[in-house]
C-alpha cells in the first residue's frame, strides 16, 4: 500500500500546483497555538495564519467549545425557510462590527462565493432600480477577488492568475493600480483615472469593487486610503454601489478592524471572510445597506439569486461568534500595533540584501519584495530551516502570522523571513 505522501502525490491537487509534482509536501499531523507538527517531528512557526484564517493559531479553547458545543445540537440544517441562533449570533455580531449602515446579512460559503454574490446583488440592484443596462464593474490594476468566474472578471487581467482565461470572462473597467504606500500622493493617479472614465459609459457600470487598503494575492500592495475616499465620491456621484472586498484585510489584520476604516469609509457591499471563522470551517458574508436589500427585492425577480446548500451552516456560524468574541475581548488595536512594531524591526535587516527591493509592513503584515520571482519550494525549504511555514509566490516572501504570536515568535519569523530572502539570492 502507498504511504499517505504517495498517495497525496499521486492523487490529490494542491492549489495552484500541477497533479504531477515532485515539489515536496509536508505532512501536518497536528496543530496546537502558533505551531504545527510535520510528520517528522519538526514543529514551525505557522507564520501564514492557514492562509490568513487562523488569527487565533490552533486549538484555542474558547473556540474548541463552541465548535463541540454545537456539533451536540445539530451540525446542520438548511437555512431555506429555517433558522438558527448560531446565524442569528453572528448576524448580529458582523453588523456591530463592521461600518455604519451595513444591516443586511447574507452568509456565503467562501470568500470567492461572497464576492459572486456581491456582483449579483449589484446587478440585481441596478435592475430593480430601473438600469438594466449596468452590467459592468468598475475595478483598479492588481486586484485578486477569488478563483470563480465572476470574481476572476475583476482580477488584474495582465498581471493575475486568470489572464488564460480572459476570452471567456466578462469585460470589465479597469482603473490604473494606485500608487504604493500609505502616504502616497494621489494627484497623478486621479488624473489617469479620469481619463480612463471619459473613454467609457457611466451608464454601463453598475458598481466598483476593490481590496481596500492592501491587495493581498495581487503583490501585497499597500495604496492611500485617499483612494477610498474618491472612489466613495465617485459612486456617490455616478449611482454605482460601492463593493469593498475584506475578505483578507477584515479583522484588524491591517490595524484597523476593517480597512474601511483608516479611510473613514462606508460601502454598500462587504465581503468577509477567511478570519471569519479563526481557521476553523469555510465561511463568508456579504453584508449591504438597506437602500440595496430593497433595489434588489425591486428587481424582477423579487429574491436575491443565490441560495447555498450549506448556507450559515451552524458549526460555522457558532465558531464564527465565538472567534469574533475573543477578538473584541482583547485589546486587539495596541495587539496588532505590538505586532507592526516587531515585524518592522525583524524585517529591517532585509533592506541590505542586494535582491530586496522593497520592504513593507502595514498591522500584522510583513513583506519583503525581492528582485525576481522566487523558486517556492526552496525558500520555503529555507524558513523551515529557521523553524517557520511560510508559503511566498512571485516575488514576494511574507508573513500575516496568527495575532497570538510572542514577541520571540515574531523575531523568530522575522529571523527565517530575512534568511529565506537571503537565500533566494544564492
Request: aromatic share 6%.
Amino acid at each position: 500500500m502507498d504511504s499517505s505522501l504517495d498517495f497525496d502525490r499521486d492523487h490529490l491537487w494542491h492549489p495552484y500546483a500541477p497533479m504531477a509534482t515532485t515539489a515536496p509536501t509536508l505532512l501536518v499531523r497536528s496543530a496546537r497555538g502558533t505551531r504545527l507538527t510535520l510528520d517528522d517531528g519538526r514543529e514551525p512557526l505557522d507564520a501564514m495564519s492557514s492562509w490568513w484564517a487562523a488569527i487565533h493559531g490552533y486549538r484555542h479553547p474558547r473556540l474548541d467549545e463552541a465548535l463541540h458545543r454545537q456539533a451536540d445540537i445539530m451540525s446542520h440544517v438548511m437555512f431555506g425557510g429555517l433558522t438558527h441562533e448560531p446565524a442569528i449570533e453572528l448576524g448580529r455580531r458582523l453588523i456591530e462590527l463592521t461600518p455604519i449602515g451595513l444591516d443586511k446579512v447574507f452568509f456565503a460559503d467562501s470568500g470567492s462565493v461572497s464576492v459572486e454574490v456581491a456582483i449579483k446583488m449589484a446587478l440585481q440592484y441596478q435592475r430593480g432600480r430601473g438600469n438594466p443596462g449596468r452590467t459592468k464593474l468598475l475595478t483598479i490594476g492588481g486586484g485578486y477577488h477569488g478563483d470563480t468566474f465572476g470574481a476572476m472578471s475583476v482580477c488584474d487581467p495582465v498581471g493575475g492568475m486568470h489572464s488564460m482565461f480572459a476570452g471567456a470572462l466578462a469585460r470589465q473597467v479597469f482603473l490604473p493600480r494606485p500608487p504604493a504606500g500609505f502616504d502616497a500622493d494621489i494627484s497623478a493617479w486621479m488624473d489617469e483615472s479620469n481619463r480612463v472614465l471619459a473613454a467609457c459609459s457611466e451608464d454601463d457600470i453598475a458598481a466598483i469593487i476593490v481590496e481596500p487598503i492592501l491587495q493581498g494575492a495581487g503583490g501585497m500592495h499597500v495604496y492611500p486610503p485617499g483612494v477610498l475616499r474618491w472612489l466613495r465620491e465617485l459612486a456617490d456621484r455616478n449611482g454605482w454601489l460601492l463593493i469593498l472586498d475584506e475578505i483578507a484585510t477584515g479583522f484588524a489584520r491591517t490595524g484597523e478592524m476593517f480597512a474601511a476604516d483608516h479611510a473613514g469609509v462606508s460601502p454598500d457591499i462587504m465581503c468577509v471572510g477567511k478570519a471569519l471563522t479563526g481557521g476553523y470551517l469555510t465561511l463568508a458574508a456579504v453584508l449591504c445597506t438597506a437602500e440595496v436589500a430593497e433595489g434588489i427585492d425591486a428587481s424582477e425577480s423579487g429574491v436575491l439569486m443565490h441560495g447555498p446548500t450549506f448556507m450559515a451552516n451552524p458549526l460555522a456560524c457558532a465558531v464564527a461568534a465565538a472567534n469574533l468574541d475573543v477578538l473584541t475581548s482583547t485589546d486587539w488595536r495596541a495587539n496588532v500595533a505590538r505586532l507592526h512594531t516587531g515585524l518592522s524591526f525583524g524585517l529591517a535587516p532585509a533592506h541590505e540584501l542586494e535582491n530586496v527591493t522593497e520592504v513593507r509592513t502595514i498591522g500584522a503584515v510583513g513583506v519583503v519584495a525581492l528582485d525576481r520571482s522566487v523558486d517556492v519550494s526552496r525558500v520555503a525549504a529555507i524558513a523551515l530551516d529557521h523553524g517557520v511555514w511560510v508559503r511566498p509566490f512571485r516575488n514576494l516572501i511574507y508573513t500575516m502570522p496568527p495575532y497570538i504570536c510572542s514577541d520571540e515568535e515574531i523575531s523568530t519569523i522575522t529571523g527565517a523571513l530575512v534568511a529565506a530572502a537571503a537565500g533566494a539570492a544564492t
